[in-house]
Structures are given as C-alpha cells and as structure tokens.
C-alpha cells in the first residue's frame, strides 16, 4: 500500500499522502464503506475519482479513523466524530488528508499550463508580487492551492477566490507564506505551507498559534 509521505506541520496537526498506484478492486479491499459512501462511490462515472475517493479511506486507517468515523455537513464541509478537524484533497495520482486540533485545510494540484488560462479568476491582490518567470506556473498554483484550502476551512460556503481570499507575497524557495479570508464574520489569518513532488503541489492553510 503506497502511502507516500507523512508530515507533521506542527505538533496538533498530521498530513498523510497516498500515491494512487492500485487498481479499483485493490483499493476497494480491506476498507469498510458506509452505505452512504457506497452509493457515492458506485455512482461515481470516472474510475480515476472512485480511486481517489478509496484512498482517502486507506489515509483514514493510516490515521486511526475509518470511513464511519467521517461525516460532510450541509455545506460538504467534512468532520470527525471526535470533533478533530479533518480536510481532503485528491487529484490524478495523489490524495491527502490533514487531521488536526485546530482549523485546517489542504489542496493538491498537478503543476498545469491550463491554471495561466484561468488566472483572471482567482488572481487580485497577488498580481502586485507574482512574476511570469520560469516558476510561473508553479506559482499560480500555490495561489489557486492556498486559496482553496482557506475556502475549505471557511465554514459556511460561498466565497470568491478572487475577492474574499488574499494570500501574501512569497519566493516559491520559502515553502510558506500567509493567507487571509476577508468577510465580515470570517477576518481571519492563517499560516500557508507548501512543498513540490512529481509535479505536483501540495498546499495547506494552518490556524496560526503563538505557542508554536
């Protein structure tokens, strides 16, 4: 079972990866699946996105949980039972789970010319500090990545990327920056954090402490 990598942000929060190298049939053995999650998978239309949903399961054994332990709210926000919180991420061969104490959210994408085509939809205040050098693309994406798992965090749906969602100017060699979601009942500030791998680029948001 390829579970990729493991990292610990800090010390409340655990991120699993797995590289989605099994075939439908080998993911769907040694996992129990909530009837609610059986009808979903089975009515899934692509194979590529029942894999993907499968192996998030295999990341929640890896953390201790299983599938009867997650729950999506009204807003198809995902929660744990024991009240953690939890944010999931697949895409093509890579999904990703982040289980902590406090708010989080994660995205992985794969690094694609297309996100240069779609950049006037999700790119405002960052225009002041992006540059279109030979890191361009990778760029975009930890833009798009960060902003989406800030709007996973935010609870009740609805935000813009564009205008409700402002992430802070940063070399792709830091491997973090800073995010904000500016609505009126939401103004908060959270710790973005990424990392490169086979063309991908994984990006989560953390609720900052000052204890750490």
Known sequence: MPLFKTIKPNNYSSIFIW???????????N????????????SMKSEL??????????????????????????????????????????SFIFS????????VGIDIEKNREKIKIIQHKFVNFERGFIHKDDDYIVQLTVIWGAK????????????????DIDINSFQISDKKTTGCIKVKDWNKKYDIRFEQFEN??????LEPCKND
């Open 200 to 205: 991908f680029t994984l990006v989560y948001a």
């Open 148 to 163: 989406e798992s800030l709007y996973k965090i935010y609870p009740h749906g609805g935000l813009t990327f564009k205008n």
């Open 96 to 103: 990703a789970i982040i289980i902590s104490d406090r708010e």
């Open 19 to 29: 590289k989605i190298e099994e075939s439908f049939d080998e993911l769907l053995q």
């Open 49 to 90: 996105h029942q894999r993907g949903f499968l192996s998030v399961r295999h990341l929640l054994k890896e953390a201790g949980y299983s599938d009867f332990d997650l729950y999506y709210n009204g807003n198809g926000k995902p929660h744990l039972t024991d009240n953690k919180y939890i944010s999931i991420t697949h």
């Open 31 to 42: 996992v129990d699946l909530t009837n609610n999650s059986k009808e979903r998978l089975f």
